[in-house]
């Protein structure tokens, strides 16, 4: 093989590895931004139960009795534990890169 095709090659698995990190990185940012939006407002729910906006789901905001949707029930259960996955993954994707 001569020397150009091995550099395109490389140059171009180099690009597919950067892409990839890349994209984890704003999964990690965009569900970090996520949260903080989430816990910010999360305490301007109604007080009383509101079915017609299915905010249904009871949720204790520092001492204070809110309701919540289900979405946004399920966003405060699994998204940190879907952004360790990410970032874990993340940290596979980079570790494998400087192997290469």
């Known amino acids: 093989m001569s020397r150009l095709v091995r ?3 490389r140059d171009s698995r180099t690009l597919k590895w950067k892409v990839a990190i890349c994209l984890l990185t704003v999964f ?3 569900g970090m931004g996520v ?3 989430l816990l910010g407002t999360i305490c301007q729910g109604p007080s009383v139960p509101v079915a017609a906006t299915g905010r249904t789901v009871q949720y204790n905001c520092h001492g204070s009795v809110v309701f919540i949707t289900q979405f946004q029930d399920r ?3 699994w998204l940190i534990p879907a952004m360790f996955v990410v970032g874990g993954f993340g940290q596979w994707l980079i570790r494998r890169y400087k192997r290469t």
């Open 7 to 9: 550099t395109a090659v």
């Open 28 to 30: 990690m940012f965009t």
């Open 35 to 37: 949260w903080w939006i």
């Open 75 to 77: 966003l405060l259960h």
